[in-house]
């Protein structure tokens, strides 16, 4: 399944070590992960979430607010019962946990650009759940793997999406709906800009249905009102002070997501 990033050889995996047919190797983590970021496609020095904004989003996702969100993903990936499946931009793995329970006969694969966050995906999920590093702009795995990829906020390319998928098989993606986190961009800008609904087109793919989720979060606590903003790209736009006042304010925040699939045009 994986590829060399520097070469595009396949990968075999002998005593803990990825190396391909060019003798590039990599080491597989204690933890379970591969890193294949190699250094020329990394655009910082420590790309993706840094540690701080990857522990706010796995306090806030393992309290359940965006459980509606898993749930309602896992049943549209399990309606197109997948035998390979990518979970691209995953993060700590919340989501990658919860798309293996709903199709546990799948393999299933996790990929992020932060080193941290598949660190911690790759502890937490075992030997269940093949994770990696990589860039979403190249990645690291054969051409048509996976007959269904999940993409949760991540970024992409169609040209990739297209080479990775099966003929037939379905890409589930997640974006914001208009009112999401409203009350958030309400506290930092004096004219708020509505997140667009409009229907992405994706070359090589066809969209087949739409679901919009959408809910109010209710908070007995400051701290996870501080969790929501810390792991949201908004959080730069706060001070300290700032923080702590709107989270002490307890606000009912909207919740706006828009979950759409797409299949791959059949050959």
């Known amino acids: ?15 803990k070590q990825y190396q391909c047919a060019n003798r590039h ?9 591969v890193n294949l970021l190699p250094v020329q496609q990394k655009n910082s020095k420590d790309p993706g979430d840094n540690k701080d904004m990857m522990l706010a989003r796995r306090a806030f996702l393992q309290a359940g607010w965006y459980a509606p969100l898993a749930q309602a993903v896992s049943q549209t ?9 990518l979970d691209l931009g995953c993060g700590e793995g919340y989501y ?17 650009i932060s080193k941290s966050a598949i660190k911690f995906a790759a502890k937490a999920a075992g030997s269940n759940i093949s994770f990696s590093v990589a860039s979403a702009y190249q990645l690291p ?19 990739e999406l297209k080479r ?6 379905h890409l589930i993606t997640v974006t914001p709906g208009p009112e999401h986190l409203l009350q958030i961009k309400q506290a930092v800008y004096e004219q708020v800009r509505l997140h667009s609904d409009s229907i992405d087109s994706i070359a090589g793919f066809t969209h087949i249905k739409r679901q919009r989720l959408q809910y109010n979060l209710t908070f007995a606590h400051p701290a996870d009102v501080l969790a929501l903003v810390q792991m949201v790209p908004l959080a730069w736009k ?4 700032q923080k702590q006042q709107f989270a002490d304010s307890l606000p009912v925040i909207s919740i706006d997501f828009l979950l759409d699939m797409y299949q791959k045009a059949p050959i």
């Open 1 to 15: 399944m994986y590829l060399c990033p520097l070469c595009q050889q396949p990968l075999l995996l002998s005593n």
């Open 25 to 33: 190797s990599f080491d597989l983590a204690r933890e379970g992960y």
């Open 77 to 85: 990936l399990a309606a197109v019962t997948p035998k390979c499946v």
């Open 96 to 112: 990658t946990t919860q798309l293996k329970q709903a199709v546990p006969n799948a393999t299933v694969y996790g990929v992020d």
């Open 141 to 159: 795995f054969a051409a048509d793997c996976f007959d269904a990829v999940v993409r949760i906020y991540a970024p992409s390319k169609a040209e």
């Open 164 to 169: 990775l998928i099966t003929s037939g098989g």
């Open 238 to 241: 706060f001070s300290a002070e």
